[in-house]
């Protein structure tokens, strides 16, 4: 019988790795970083975005009063670009986003101010603001997981379903207001748009060095999980400066945010425009607003998902390969149904964000969101054949989106040109995409 078993080569043998004898195998030289050549040229994509509208608008752009506008600007497309990975990655596309998101704001807005008022709980009331969340958010887990059931279950396509859902929810939130803007909505909801609520400088640096010692720890967890398994691992060098570099940009993000008080005038400005009355007790000062502390939060929750559950490798082995991923015995329909269920419950999310940083519903929220959605997770590297995105990458193309369009706006340009210019970035996205898959053999 012939003996088919190979002799290792060269370089090929569990010897051969780099590092020291009976150690843990070593990367060298640039390798030992590890970079991201995709988020490395996102990064500089910004900095570029950044510099050339700061240089075009007087210097304008990077002050902590437009990062400040900037961040929580983006929150609300950020959170739902998170969800989108995993629609996407599966193989789908979700154009109702905005929709669910108007439909799930304008449950919460009556629910503030006529639900349950009618019951007994006034705006001011503690517990008013955590039951209209609730109920958002139940609302649209609900919407998303009907939108999976149609589509894992009856097998129609999802763009048909969701396309429909477009229409469909839009007009279901304008039945819901009679077609009014509701509001001032309840104060504590009213913190979590941004402008009204922060942290406050102390609590900014707290929060902001709790961050960098978890960030610590997850950089030395991940090292220590691949020595045990004997894979290869950064030098200790390496790994400093990885470390370095997250701390750094945690606390310079902490300090712009902690440069920029808001004034009060802002936030009466705000109220006197939409024929409103400030109402007591908004927090207003130093520190990073509590709606990009949530959009943070949203992202460690599914970078989590998809890095340390079944459910999240169930996702992306679906989205790599759906033939192979029934054989192996997952429930593909259910699967659908619950990621599309988790996409309406983050919409509802976006819709307190959004919806709170006006101070009420208005027919028009949410509106063309579906498409800065897709396009945040496109330009972030997620791709449209489906198993492949990071949640990083779709935060870092909300901001690159919105970085467009609010220094097109600062420095004068015309809002049709504005939408010229992103739609143009969509495109030239995918193709760059394109060109650094074939680069790497990848189809």
């Known amino acids: ?242 470390a370095a570099i997250v701390a750094v940009l945690i606390l310079g993000f902490v300090a712009v945010m902690n440069a920029y008080e808001i004034p009060e005038r802002v936030l009466a400005r705000e109220f006197r425009a939409r024929g409103l009355e400030m109402p007591e007790g908004l927090s207003m000062g130093y520190g990073v607003p509590y709606s990009v502390l949530l959009v943070v939060l949203v992202a460690i929750g599914m970078t989590v998902i998809a890095r340390r559950t079944r459910f999240g490798r169930y996702i992306y082995a679906t989205g790599g390969n759906p033939d192979a991923a029934e054989l192996s015995g997952i429930d593909i329909r259910m699967l659908t149904v619950k990621v599309f269920a988790l996409l309406g419950a983050l919409c509802a999310i976006s819709a307190v964000v959004a919806s709170a940083r006006l101070a009420n519903h208005s027919n028009d929220i949410g509106t063309l969101d579906e498409l800065r959605v897709i396009a945040a997770a496109v330009i972030g590297g997620t791709a449209l054949k489906g198993g492949v995105g990071t949640i990083y990458g779709a935060l870092l193309g909300a901001l690159i989106m919105q970085s467009l369009q609010s220094g097109m706006a600062m420095v004068g340009v015309d809002a049709p040109l504005q939408n010229i210019v992103v739609g143009a970035v969509l495109v030239l996205a995918v193709l760059i995409d394109i060109w650094y898959r074939r680069s790497l053999g990848v189809k």
């Open 1 to 242: 019988m012939t003996d088919t078993t190979e002799t290792p080569r060269a370089g090929h043998g569990p010897q051969d790795r780099t590092g020291p004898p009976g150690g843990s195998p070593r990367l060298t030289g640039l390798r030992a970083l590890e970079v991201d050549g995709r988020l490395l040229g996102m990064i500089g994509a910004f900095v570029v975005i950044c510099l050339a509208f700061h240089f075009a608008s007087d210097g304008r752009f990077i002050t902590p009063r437009n990062l400040f506008n900037l961040t929580i600007q983006t929150a609300s497309v950020a959170i739902m670009a998170t969800g989108m990975v995993f629609i996407i990655v599966m193989r789908h596309i979700d154009l109702s986003v905005g929709s669910v998101l108007a439909t799930c704001s304008a449950v919460m807005a009556m629910t503030q101010t006529a639900w349950l008022p009618a019951l007994g709980l006034e705006l001011g009331n503690p517990l008013l603001a955590p039951l209209a969340i609730v109920t958002g958010i139940l609302a649209g887990a609900a919407i998303g997981a009907l939108h999976g059931w149609l589509v894992g279950y009856l097998a129609i396509p999802a763009f048909i379903v969701t396309l429909g859902g477009l229409l469909v929810w839009r007009n279901v939130a304008w039945y819901l207001t009679n077609g009014q803007t509701i509001g001032p909505l309840d104060p504590t909801f009213m913190q979590l748009g941004g402008i009204r609520g922060t942290l406050g400088e102390t609590w900014s640096w707290i929060v902001g060095l709790i961050a960098v010692a978890l960030a610590v720890w997850t950089l030395w967890s991940a090292r220590r999980d691949k020595v045990e398994h004997d894979f290869p691992v950064k030098p200790l060098w390496a790994e400093g400066v990885v």
